[in-house]
């Protein structure tokens, strides 16, 4: 399974190369791939769901205000969704 096939909105484009990518990015970020992707309109609400019913773990990261989220099980959610998984 590629990331690099996974669609992300311009301003999220830095998270398609594996090397220099963060490790976790934030629950707006999150909310905007979602939204980008066209599974929910309210990329913030649907996110909700997704944490209340386990599929995806948010982190809270010391001194960081918003919920984290792992990139690499982003992605993976992504291909289950479409289901290439």
């Known amino acids: 399974m590629k990331n690099s096939t996974v669609p992300l909105p311009p301003e999220l484009k830095h998270l398609s190369d594996e090397e220099s990518r963060p490790r976790h990015i934030g629950s707006g ?19 909700k769901k997704l944490v209340s019913c386990g599929a995806l773990m948010p982190r809270r990261i010391e001194h960081q205000r918003n919920l984290r989220f792992c990139v690499a099980a982003l992605m993976e959610y992504y291909h289950k969704a479409i289901g290439e998984a």
């Open 29 to 47: 970020d999150v909310a905007r791939m979602l939204e980008f992707w066209g599974f929910a309109s309210n990329g913030q609400q649907h996110l």
